[in-house]
């Protein structure tokens, strides 16, 4: 990989193959170089966004010939860094590549291009009455290819899974340019290794996907969507093993809330309440969802009832209408841009075993504490898949900057915790830059090593996406 910037001889073709449409004019290079949260601003030798699938191979192969490095970006809704150039790269957006390509009902797929965004994807299985259960806060602008190649999560992974679990074929252009056709859609394929596992999740460190074929679930008819309030966390996983349980696998979401998050939101998000008259220290936020069999409405109703009877339920509200379940989802995709308001601070995403969470949690407050006992945690995230967002933001009325001399203290602390959970420092966010040096620290040898081949056997210029997820 060339440690200098690209020519201008070298960076003419790559021009040529793409044309006046496909050039990103330095005017215009602003939002494709910052992160969307303003913590890091990158810099680019080119940008340039391809019209298909044959042009992003065309730049690759002139790429890998002359060593120039490449950065693939789709929506840059990433948080960690992964999607923005550092140094001398070319810059590969996907959003000219975007076409639906097909629906199909009997199958139960549908295939997409890497630029089409999340929210196109799941309108367009709805018109066929499918749904792709993928949902995240960032569904409007983020793109196929950048959710697949961070392995994106959400609200659904507890009954759907995370994106590895929803891709069933890939296509890619690989780091020397050529094109590889892995869009499958058997659901029964055992002739050797699962190569499209290696881009789910690879951050564009190990090829380019361009499109997708997708897996698509029958479209629920029914949706309850209950706010529960709890005395604990113990009494959170308690009330999830038991609505999973009693309710035959209709739940679909599970978000664990603590009240820290309320007050955030009411305080920094117009026009929302609080759902419940008392406050409660935690709260829960569920959905079941299903066919036109079942009475989901008497199903939620009955199991609230029983979950207060054996006291691990304080109090509940059943959302009456789409309004009222549009409200309270609000309340839960609000509180990261509330925490925004108040300062950046510490932003952890992690995972342990769900009986752990409570433990976790515990656990955490007291590490923090130790260090910065007034900053305030903002804790809440997927319990029903072991997720939590563990943030930490400055305390009431002080500077945004206040944490700062403290997160590098933080973050080893809550890793620490980590550790002892056997859980992981990065559930759903990925690696890319920010986490790329920790990644070394947290993982054993073998398995860094094993990283490593892999990387050095499919692009061994390392041109693909550099520092972002290894040191190479």
């Known amino acids: 990989m060339q440690k200098s910037p690209p020519s201008s001889d070298l960076l003419t073709p790559i021009a040529n193959i793409v044309g006046p449409k496909g050039m990103i004019s330095e005017d215009a290079q602003d939002p494709f170089l910052t992160e969307w949260r303003q913590r890091w601003k990158g810099k680019a030798s080119m940008i340039v966004a391809p019209a298909s699938t044959q042009e992003v191979a065309n730049i690759v192969r002139h790429c890998a010939h002359h060593k120039i490095a490449i950065t693939p970006q789709g929506g840059n809704t990433g948080l960690v860094g992964g999607q923005i150039p550092f140094g001398h790269e070319v810059l590969i957006s996907l959003n000219r590549i975007r076409t639906i390509h097909d629906v199909s009902p009997l199958d139960n797929t549908m295939t997409v291009d890497a630029g089409v965004t999340l929210s196109e994807a799941q309108e367009a299985a709805k018109t066929q009455n499918r749904l792709f259960p993928l949902s995240i806060g960032s569904e409007g602008s983020c793109q196929i290819g950048g959710v697949i190649s961070t392995n994106a999560g959400g609200v659904n992974v507890l009954r759907y899974g995370n994106m590895r679990d929803l891709v069933m074929g890939v296509e890619a252009v690989m780091p020397n340019g050529e094109i590889w056709n892995g ?179 515990k656990a955490a407050k007291i590490a923090v504490e130790k260090i910065t006992p007034r900053a305030r945690i903002i804790a809440f995230g997927h319990a029903g898949d072991g997720n939590i967002h563990y943030d930490i933001i400055p305390p009431e009325g002080a500077e945004r900057t206040f944490l700062d001399p403290f997160v590098d203290d933080i973050e080893m602390a809550i890793y620490d915790v980590i550790a002892s959970f056997q859980g992981s420092i990065s559930a759903e966010h990925g690696i890319g830059a920010h986490k790329r040096d920790t990644l070394e620290t947290r993982k054993s040898a073998v398995e860094i090593e094993m990283m490593r081949a892999i990387k050095n056997a499919l692009d061994p210029a390392g041109i693909m996406n550099p520092q972002k997820m290894l040191n190479m």
């Open 183 to 361: 869009l499958n859609r058997l659901r029964k394929n055992n002739t050797g290794y699962d190569l499209k596992q290696l881009l789910i999740g690879g951050e564009g460190t190990l090829g380019i996907i361009t499109k997708a074929v997708l897996k698509l679930f029958a479209q629920p008819t029914q949706t309850q969507t209950i706010f529960a309030g709890c005395k604990n966390a113990h009494d959170i996983i308690t009330l999830l093993s038991f609505m999973q349980e009693q309710s035959g696998g209709l739940v679909s979401s599970f978000e664990l809330i603590e009240r820290p998050c309320i007050d955030l939101v009411l305080k920094n998000t117009p026009q929302t309440r609080d759902p419940l008259t008392d406050q409660y220290p935690v709260y829960a936020l569920i959905e079941l969802s299903s066919g036109p069999s079942q009475d989901l409405r008497t199903i939620s109703e009955t199991l609230m009832a029983q979950a207060f009877e054996k006291s691990f339920l304080a109090d509940a509200m059943i959302a009456e209408n789409l309004s009222q379940r549009d409200n309270l989802w609000r309340i839960r995709h609000s509180i990261s841009p509330s925490m925004n308001i108040e300062g950046i601070g510490a932003r952890h995403d992690v995972s342990v075993p769900i009986q752990s969470i409570p433990d976790f949690l």
